[in-house]
């Protein structure tokens, strides 16, 4: 027997959610290409696909988009108890904290009933943005905004976290690159994410998991991180140095490498030119010129080894220009990925088997008591 550290390329599950070829750069969502879906569709059409494993029909889809604008508001119980919480706590402890308890609103309670399926997805979907937006207010001493129905969802949740009505183009580019955090196969977050439910615990606790697994920065953590580390860099010229020597220190360069990744990220392709876009109409960043040159440089060291920048490098650049604070970066990825943690905990309860690896054990045995007087 061997161990497999890290279960690196270690099949768990089979899934027909989504699709990634590492080598090609090829991503796909219910076979559909990462880029259709982003040209064509939007946030809520997309978690309908991954999550029921179909594009909507009219009505279904606006029966779901109904459903989660109904679902939008938090219970005022939730936010009284967001204004006890220390305004320096992180808002994805916030979130981990907050998520379980929004199952005490929820009726239907059985994990296996596809009843508790849709209710979860609809009030993870709806009240998430609200709790992540509220939280955001709350802790910078402001009163909360509360959610508009006549918005879309991209455009409520800039609403409620910036207290101004959004660029409508802007809100869009928003909405598609929650598209391109949706999902990812079994990352590791998905994977907590099925393992918690495969205890039967519900879809509340899995994505509190998820939530927690994802805060760290070698995951989701990252695209925080990707913030601090470019306005740790003084100016352009310094941008060489930096590199060089985080990797003669063996650091990991944030935003930089993946697992499945040997080329270049599709999904950061396409941020990129969000920021092209984005740019056009707010500017050209300081934040923007240095992550450009830092990425060129980068490649420079890192291409050899086929370390390029993923999702989370650029997307820091599009965050700062929605006035987005880095410490909620992380947050925008988890309300996107509840849809693929749904999906995915969905699907794997249609042939449930309980998580349970085991060990190589390398300790010793028969090895006796010694009280205190005698160690
Ligand atoms: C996400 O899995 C998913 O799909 C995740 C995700 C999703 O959508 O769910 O795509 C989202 O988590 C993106 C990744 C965000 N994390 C970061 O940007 C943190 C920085 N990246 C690294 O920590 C790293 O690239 C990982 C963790 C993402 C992947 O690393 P691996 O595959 O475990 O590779 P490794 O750590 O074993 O490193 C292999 C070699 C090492 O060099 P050697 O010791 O062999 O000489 O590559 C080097 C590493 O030093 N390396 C890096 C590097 N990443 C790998 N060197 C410098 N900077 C980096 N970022």
Request: glycine share 6%; with cysteine.
């Amino acid at each position: 027997m061997k161990v497999y550290s890290g279960l690196a390329g270690i099949p768990v599950v089979k899934s027909s959610i989504s699709y990634i070829d590492g080598q090609k750069g090829i991503l796909e969502y219910r076979g559909i290409p990462i880029h259709e879906l982003v040209e064509n569709s939007n946030f809520l059409e997309v978690s309908y696909l991954l999550i029921f494993g179909k594009l909507p029909s009219k009505k279904e889809y606006k029966k779901f988009v109904d459903d989660i604008k109904e679902s939008l508001f938090l219970d005022e119980a939730i936010i009284n108890f967001l204004k006890d919480i220390p305004s320096d706590t992180h808002p994805m402890k916030v979130l981990q904290s907050i998520v379980p308890i929004l199952a005490t609103f929820d009726k239907n309670k059985d994990v296996l009933d596809e009843k508790h399926h849709y209710s979860a997805a609809v009030n993870l979907l709806g009240k998430v943005p609200t709790i992540i937006a509220n939280w955001k207010r709350i802790s910078e001493g402001n009163p909360p905004v509360y959610p508009d129905k006549s918005l879309s969802y991209a455009e409520n949740f800039l609403f409620m976290l910036t207290n101004s009505l959004p660029d409508k183009k802007i809100a869009d580019m928003f909405d598609k690159c929650l598209i391109l955090h949706a999902e990812h196969t079994i990352n590791v977050s998905t994977f907590t994410a099925i393992v918690v439910v495969s205890t039967l615990a519900d879809f509340y606790s899995a994505v509190s998991s998820a939530v927690g697994s994802l805060s760290g920065r070698l995951h989701g953590g990252a695209n925080e991180r990707v913030f601090y580390m470019l306005n740790e860099i003084e100016d352009e010229s310094k941008i060489e140095d930096f590199i060089r020597e985080m990797l003669n220190k063996k650091e990991r360069i944030m935003g930089f490498g993946h697992r499945i990744y040997k080329t270049y990220d599709p999904r950061a392709k396409i941020i990129k030119q969000f920021l092209n876009e984005i740019s056009k109409i707010k500017g050209v960043s300081n934040l923007y010129k240095k992550a450009l040159k830092f990425e060129e440089i980068g490649l420079k060291y890192l291409k050899e080894k086929h370390i390029y920048p993923n999702i989370d490098f650029f997307t820091a650049v599009f965050y700062n220009y929605l006035g987005i604070p880095p410490q909620f970066y992380t947050c925008i990825f988890a309300m996107a990925r509840i849809s693929g943690w749904i999906a995915h905990c969905k699907e794997y309860l249609k042939d449930n088997k309980l998580f349970r690896p085991t060990q190589i054990y390398d300790g010793g045995h028969n090895i006796h008591y010694v009280p205190f007087e005698k160690r």
